[in-house]
């Protein structure tokens, strides 16, 4: 089975992606990776956008600061990469999220099939009570579901927190690989993000992203 695992945080930046997927520690980030059992990389990807938005809450484990959620009742579109995936490596990356070693979750790939086919009858479904534990079914492109996680919680339900400046800069360059904004259009968009907003005067926000997307 397939599926596109959707990103609209800093998975969006493919080099981000593959450490989830072959294992290690980012540059800059907290946390070690075990990665998926299976390294291949996904066959395909896709800008695509998701009716809501998104906004930062929570600590961050890998980089501190808030961490990027998805809620579909925000007003506007949240910008987006689909990565096509088998079914084991959409369950490694989503025990990684959730903190559990890929290694030890063979009950999880039975479980996150009857979790997406749930999310694809019903829109949503639930692997568990944690952050990025919600399963959400935007669609399916090319015949194959898309899939996403985030908290269980809509934004307006949480104090937001504003995201670290190295995991802000990874969105900014998820954004332009993926959808090959300028660095005005990518400022605009994360400046206006709750958690971002209130936090980080639109300057600062445009002064990070010209810095992360020149660094690379």
Known sequence: ????????????????????????????????????????????????????????????????????????????EAAAR???????QFTDIAAQEMYRPPGDTTELIPATGAAIDAAVANGRATLGPGRYETL?????????????FTAPERASAVPCRPPAPIYLGMIARGLRESHGWPAERIATYLAARPGVAGAWPPAAVAALVDKALADG
């Open 1 to 76: 089975m397939l599926a596109w695992y959707v990103s609209y945080g800093s998975n969006m930046h493919a080099a981000r992606l593959g450490w989830y997927i072959s294992g290690g520690c980012p540059p800059g980030g907290k946390r070690t990776y075990p990665g998926c059992r299976d390294r291949r990389p996904p066959s395909r990807s896709a800008p695509v956008s998701l009716p809501g938005g998104i906004y930062f809450a929570g600590e961050s484990g890998a980089w501190t600061g808030g961490m990027a959620f998805y809620d579909p009742h925000l007003p506007g």
């Open 82 to 88: 689909a990565y096509l995936v088998t079914l084991e």
């Open 136 to 148: 959400i079914c935007p669609g399916s492109r090319d015949g194959v579901p898309m899939l996403t």
